[in-house]
């Protein structure tokens, strides 16, 4: 999908701080790499250390990855560019299954050419928390580089600027401070939205317990706090009301749809698709919710908002309403240039290859 506080109450308090403490204490872009340590190669050369002055890719995937699959021959072609002056190696781990040995290397042989370059197990779980947990990296594919230095020098996508970053690091102008106060900010960021995500929890936690002031009490200093995170509250609201009572949430969406924020109106969207996706219960008595929620979402919205467009789209052709599909559509990829993501060119092309995803 695109576009996915004050924290008063002392269990996310503790979240925060031990997530904060976790962030100054951890390695960063321009500490020394990692030892390498795994348990078998799959394809290639061994690479035991890395040696002064040399450069390296060490780049992390899963057999079950298909984002992984996608950047596997982007990776070989890096390799073939930087033959002679930059050593990729490709780790894989969480892998699953009894005979993981066996799943790699027949993956990788069948993988063939696509795949050309030093291929490795990891040792247990050594490697994913030595480097992938220990640089907060949570997903797959992740690729680091290893500089002359043996420092981190650049973690991102393989499927990004790896090849530009490369070329900088090798020519001796690639800035690690710049890199790291960049990596530095998105850390924090992301620890952040996981204090956001506890705090989340612990009002669906409070709900189904019983504890309905608690949990709305938390929703609603988390909207007024992290606005951003508002489309989240109000889904997940929805939801938690629905599953323990829904009774309750004809109410609830009235509650919402006299706002004017698309957020809100996103959130209310989100709710349709969630129970018209993963409905517990007979379609017929969820469908009037799911009406209204959407109804409710169509009235914030105004037709603002692109992405909240998108939604009611997906919504509509779940319902086989193939026309009014197409009609969102075209009214989100009218209004995209006058909204959020009207300096993101992806986005509109994300749109017109919905519109070919949701026809008859």
Aim: charged share 25%.
């Amino acid at each position: 999908m695109w576009p996915k506080s004050a924290l008063r109450s002392v269990g996310i308090a503790c979240v925060l701080a031990s997530s904060v403490l976790a962030i100054a204490a951890a390695p960063s872009i321009g500490s020394p790499a990692p030892a390498l340590k795994v348990s078998s190669w799959a394809k290639g050369t061994p690479v035991t250390t890395f040696k002064k002055g040399s450069v390296y890719v060490v780049e992390f995937w899963a057999t079950w990855c298909g984002p992984c699959k996608q950047s596997i021959p982007h990776l070989t072609e890096l390799a073939k560019e930087f033959k002679g002056k930059v050593t990729f190696i490709g780790v894989s781990v969480w892998e699953r299954g009894n005979d993981i040995p066996g799943v790699v290397k027949k993956f990788v042989d069948e993988m063939g050419d696509k795949m050309a370059y030093n291929v490795a197990l990891d040792d247990g779980t050594t490697m994913a928390e030595t480097w992938m947990k220990a640089y907060s990296q949570r997903g797959i594919p992740a690729a680091f580089i290893v500089n002359g230095e043996g420092k981190i020098a650049w973690i991102g996508h393989p499927m990004d600027d790896l090849g530009e970053t490369l070329t900088a690091v090798l020519a001796g102008k690639h800035n690690i401070a710049e890199q790291k106060a960049r990596f530095e900010e998105e850390r924090a960021r992301e620890a952040k939205e996981a204090a956001i995500d506890a705090e989340l929890k612990q009002a669906r936690d409070f709900y189904a317990a019983g504890s309905t002031d608690k949990a709305i009490e938390i929703w609603n200093r988390t909207m007024k706090d992290s606005p951003a995170r508002t489309a989240d509250v109000v889904s997940e609201r929805l939801v938690a009301v629905h599953d323990k009572d829904r009774a309750l949430v004809p109410a609830e969406i009235a509650g919402f749809a006299g706002s004017d924020d698309v957020r809100v109106a996103e959130g209310l969207a989100m709710y349709s698709l969630m129970v018209t996706m993963k409905s517990k219960t007979p379609v017929a008595e969820d469908q009037p919710l799911i009406t209204a929620a959407a109804d409710a979402a169509d009235k914030v919205n105004k037709d603002r908002d692109p992405y909240v467009l998108y939604y009611l789209a997906q919504l509509s052709y779940l319902r086989k309403d193939f026309e009014q599909a197409q009609r969102k559509l075209d009214k989100a990829i009218e209004v995209t240039p006058g909204s959020r993501f009207k300096d993101d060119p992806g986005f509109l092309d994300f749109l017109q290859k919905a519109k070919l995803r949701f026809a008859k």
